[in-house]
């Protein structure tokens, strides 16, 4: 089993990673000077992907908090009526 340390750091260089290439594909790509049939632009989707991928994985993301918080807020109220 891997040590906490490392998990940590390869949670670290994942997450760096995702970002450079998030960064490149929104910031750098579109201003480029290169036509659209240079290898650079097979290595990333269409650019409107650039949004809808945040705004699903956001929805998802408060999806999951809110049914958490509303899980253990129901188990705390129905915890206090049996008693």
């Given at each position: 089993m ?7 750091k390869?949670v ?16 750098i ?8 049939g240079?290898i ?9 992907y ?5 705004a ?8 999951g908090i809110?049914i958490y918080?509303?899980?253990?807020i ?5 915890e206090?009526?049996?008693?």
């Amino acid at each position: 089993m891997a040590s906490n340390s490392l998990v940590g750091k390869i949670v670290v260089v994942v997450a760096l990673a995702l970002f450079l290439y998030y960064f490149f594909w929104v910031s750098i790509l579109p201003f480029m000077l290169i036509d659209e049939g240079n290898i650079i632009h097979s290595l990333f989707p269409p650019l409107e992907y650039a949004f809808i991928f945040p705004a699903v994985f956001g929805v998802i993301f408060l999806g999951g908090i809110s049914i958490y918080t509303l899980y253990h807020i129901w188990d705390h109220i129905w915890e206090r009526k049996t008693i």
